[in-house]
């Protein structure tokens, strides 16, 4: 398939003017409660059918009250309120968790408050200068780490054991520049340092090396798994697991430790590495391992750089709070990182940053779409940039950036491209200088998105960016194999990308982009990039 054209000033109008009309449906919040609380991943049916909730730290009577004065008595006596038991293992229904005020969820199958999708989704409500519900969401990620002890995966019970990307200083900062507001930037502080110790102790960290993986805290099938990933022929991801585990041979360490021999069954160990691979955002991919089954033995460089920003972020809290006796504690901690980083994940003969595998002791070659991400947080210095935009082109496609160089089956590998991916792909090469490449890499996403948006009317979740479509059909083998439309962070990042190439400033649209934040939540007034030794 050619690649699409550029959209019109008239079609990028109506592209807008779409993802303005599609954000209220995508809205949550305490008058909304009932359509938040349906789980079609569940097979949940009727929208009262499933219970919500409330953390042991809440008045469960306060938020009764609260419900009420939303919904109405009348509707609130339909719902089941259920105090959450401290011991998340003793949960013997699955619901909705509370939360006190409004978010947005991606569209089509996830219903739900996701983590690092709010991030981008509250960047591009930014961009519109809705500033109050990109507040909003920060508000309730925080909530989250105040009383489920770490923004989730997202706001269901089966999700209490695991996180998602940390993103949260960047969302904080990004909040703070739009508004200006001291006083709530104070009281972030204690829940992103606790935010940040979730990651940082075991067994999220690895003693001696300095840096974290990713980690789900129970054991057992992922339910959203077992009942909502299923293909065309009703088989769930772990029997396509489980099939091709037996018939070839996979890229893993040791297949027994994911296949019993005797029984032919999935280990528990499988399922635990399925959970964990899902708080890293990429499930499912060959990234780290056939379906990412190796996760729990490989040091990402994607988390870690996130974690390298998380110090730096909040260090630079703290100086906006005037704390900065405690500034150079958060540095050091940025400067450990920074050289375990360089030490592990810096392959020179291939000029990327490549994840770290414990187990062999060495660099796993399978370059991946997170390496911009060190350009995008500022990590690179400006030599190791340059090697990696030198091998831009591979990961370039017509329509857009590819999430790896290796087609797997896996929606997070070839030929499929992410809105999130391109997009701090384009703020990366942007901060090292590299416009022309950020431009016309933009242009090519841009491109696809609009092109699929007059084909089709709406938005998705990825793009297959080689045949520029948004049809995956037959293309995904492991997961669930559709393509979800709505969709948040695809609208989000979308209207970025069109105001980095200066499409949205003639537009008369909702919002009136006089409304829109001069300055910039996020990357184009980083703080310099400066060489690391």
């Not at 379906?291 to 100086?319: G, K």
């Amino acid at each position: 398939m050619s690649a699409p054209s550029f959209p019109s000033s008239g079609g990028i109008a109506k592209l807008v003017h779409s993802i303005q009309e599609t954000w209220s449906g995508l809205t949550r919040g305490l008058r909304n409660v009932p359509d938040a609380i349906c789980d079609v991943k569940l097979g949940e049916e009727c929208k009262y059918t499933a219970p919500i909730y409330i953390s042991a730290a809440e008045d469960i009577g306060r938020v009764q009250r609260i419900l009420e004065k939303s919904l109405g008595g009348d509707m609130v006596a339909d719902l089941r309120l259920k105090v959450l038991p401290a011991d998340a293992s003793r949960i013997d229904e699955h619901g909705l968790l509370f939360l006190p005020g409004r978010y947005l969820v991606p569209g089509g199958r996830f219903n739900e408050m996701y983590g690092w999708d709010s991030y981008f989704m509250a960047l591009g409500l930014l961009r519109q200068g809705r500033v109050s519900v990109a507040r909003g969401i920060a508000d309730q990620c925080l909530y989250q780490v105040e009383h489920y002890g770490t923004v989730l995966t997202a706001n269901r019970t089966y999700y209490l054991s695991r996180s998602h990307p940390p993103l949260l200083g960047r969302l904080v900062l990004a909040i703070y520049r739009a508004t200006g507001d001291l006083t709530w930037l104070r009281k972030t502080l204690p829940l992103l340092e606790k935010f940040y110790y979730y990651w940082t102790v075991p067994p999220h960290l690895v003693p001696g090396v300095n840096l974290s993986r990713y980690y789900d805290f129970a054991q057992g099938p992922a339910p959203e798994v077992a009942r909502g990933e299923i293909d065309e022929n009703g088989r769930n991801h772990y029997e396509r697991l489980r099939m091709h585990l037996q018939a070839e041979h996979c890229d893993l360490h040791d297949v027994k430790e994911f296949l019993d021999p005797t029984t032919g069954e999935l280990t528990p160990h499988a399922y635990h590495a399925d959970r964990t691979m899902r708080e890293s955002g990429f499930d499912v991919s060959g990234r780290f391992g056939f379906a990412n089954l190796d996760v729990l033995d490989i040091l990402p460089v994607c988390l870690n750089t996130l974690l390298w920003r998380l110090e730096r972020d909040i260090a630079q809290v703290r100086d906006f709070l005037d704390a900065t006796a405690t500034v150079s504690v958060w540095q050091e901690r940025a400067a450990t990182r920074a050289a375990a980083i360089n030490e592990r994940c810096w392959d020179e003969e291939a000029g990327l940053f490549l994840d770290f595998d414990l187990r062999s002791q060495k660099r796993r070659n399978y370059p991946f779409a997170t390496v911009f991400w060190t350009m995008w947080a500022g990590f690179a210095t400006r030599e190791q940039a340059a090697r990696i935009v030198a091998r831009l082109p591979e990961f370039e496609a017509e329509g857009g950036l590819r999430t790896s160089l290796h087609t797997t089956g896996c929606q997070w590998d070839a030929p499929f491209g992410w809105a999130p991916l391109n997009y701090l792909a384009v703020m990366a090469l942007n901060r090292y200088g590299y416009r022309a490449e950020a431009r016309r890499l933009a242009r090519r996403f841009v491109s696809t998105v609009a092109g699929e948006f007059r084909r089709t009317g709406q938005l998705f979740e990825k793009y297959d960016v080689e045949a520029c479509t948004s049809g995956v059909e037959g293309k995904i083998i492991y997961g669930y194999p559709t393509n979800e439309p709505g969709f948040g962070w695809t609208n989000a990042c979308t209207m970025e990308l069109l105001d980095y190439l200066g499409c949205l400033g003639d537009l008369d649209t909702e919002q009136s982009m006089t409304q829109r934040i001069t300055l910039p939540p996020d990357f184009r007034k980083a703080e310099p990039v400066a060489a690391k030794s």
